[in-house]
């Protein structure tokens, strides 16, 4: 069993930055991904990253802003969100299979944490 607990969401302006965090329990090589989900829409993904860290995705809405990055020793992940947009303003969620590679596809994940509210006001 894995545990998921996210960290790092806040109140910012549009521009500003906010680093969120995963702290996973237990065996933490696997793919993991960052997904969220505002108000009335449905959760989408937002970067992915294989269980070496090599690989990485990123939905198009953020590329550019957002890096997602992991250290395997410290059973930790990260998204370094710069830029920050309204519609940037959901729950972030972190993620993570049971196996290495990467997916963007939020039914190929097994473990969920609990989501961190952000928001970005105009």
């Known amino acids: 069993q894995v545990q998921l607990v996210e960290s790092g969401g806040g109140l910012v302006q549009a521009g500003d930055s906010l680093r969120l965090a995963c702290a996973a329990s237990?065996?933490?090589?696997?793919?993991m991904g960052w997904f969220r989900q505002a108000p009335g829409k449905e959760r989408e993904i937002v970067a992915a990253?294989?269980?070496?860290?090599?690989?990485?995705y990123y939905a198009d809405s953020v590329k550019g802003r957002f890096t997602i990055s992991r250290d395997n020793a410290k059973n930790t992940m990260y998204l370094q969100m710069n830029s920050l947009k309204p519609e940037d303003t959901a729950v972030y969620y972190c993620a993570t299979r049971t196996v290495a590679p990467i997916s963007r596809n939020s039914y190929e994940y097994n473990y969920w944490g609990q989501g961190t509210q952000v928001t970005v006001s105009s």
């Open positions: 237990g065996r933490t090589n696997y793919g």
């Open positions: 990253i294989s269980g070496s860290g090599l690989a990485k």
